[in-house]
């Protein structure tokens, strides 16, 4: 009975609560925006890291030239698993958009072994580096060096971890709104480090051949 009397204006309650209270408390397409910002300052934190390694690139203190240590063919494995990952990543957001369960899972634990892929040539080629005695400390070309592609590799690492967090969640709570949200600002992100790893490629590694 209370639900439907009369208040002021000729209204009922329930139409009140229908015109004037907030259904939703999270805002539309808020999150993407907030994740936007996020990425946002993650350029300027590789912005900086490419800076510090254009001042410093060819200050290799009578060490080793990047000619001298990069395996090119290695790197370009590497590079071509991160960018089919990209590829992987785009097929499961098609599938969750189709509301393919099974499919995403599949193309997302796809995506998720060539990263593993990735990190594992980027973390031979450092042990390597520093087993020749070409560690951090031993210019400040390897410092600088170390600190761009050490960083990207931490933001696979933590992509990765992400990816499988977020598996968990869609085999418990399926495709529902929030993991589809979810979902896109992962995606955001991964393609994020394929567009800054091109640059890498392009920057310390290409140009880092030559003589």
Not at 46 to 55: D, H, N, P
Not at 190 to 199: E, N, R
Request: charged fraction near 10%; aromatic fraction near 16%; hydrophobic fraction near 55%.
């Amino acid at each position: 009975m209370a639900n439907n009397a009369t208040i002021p204006g000729g209204l009922t309650a329930e139409e009140v609560t229908a015109r004037y209270m907030v259904r939703e408390h999270h805002p539309q397409h808020g999150t993407l925006l907030g994740f936007w910002i996020y990425l946002m300052s993650d350029c300027l934190i590789f912005a900086s890291l490419f800076a510090t390694y254009a001042v410093l690139g060819r200050n290799y203190a009578g060490g080793p030239t990047g000619a001298e240590l990069f395996d090119l063919s290695l790197i370009a494995v590497g590079t071509a698993f991160l960018l089919l990952s990209s590829i992987t990543f785009g097929f499961a957001m098609i599938s969750a958009q189709a509301k393919k369960l099974g499919a995403t899972q599949l193309w997302l634990a796809v995506t998720g072994l060539l990263g593993l892929g990735f990190l594992a040539i980027e973390i031979y080629e450092f042990t390597h580096l520093i087993n020749l005695g070409a560690g951090p400390q031993r210019s400040g070309f390897l410092t600088a060096f170390f600190a761009l592609v050490g960083t990207h590799g931490l933001h696979v690492l933590f992509g990765f971890i992400w990816l499988v967090t977020l598996m968990f969640q869609l085999k418990k709570h399926g495709l529902g709104v929030e993991n589809f949200r979810r979902l896109q600002c992962l995606s955001l992100f991964w393609h994020f480090l394929d567009v800054v790893w091109i640059f890498v490629f392009t920057f310390v590694y290409l140009m880092g051949v030559l003589p």
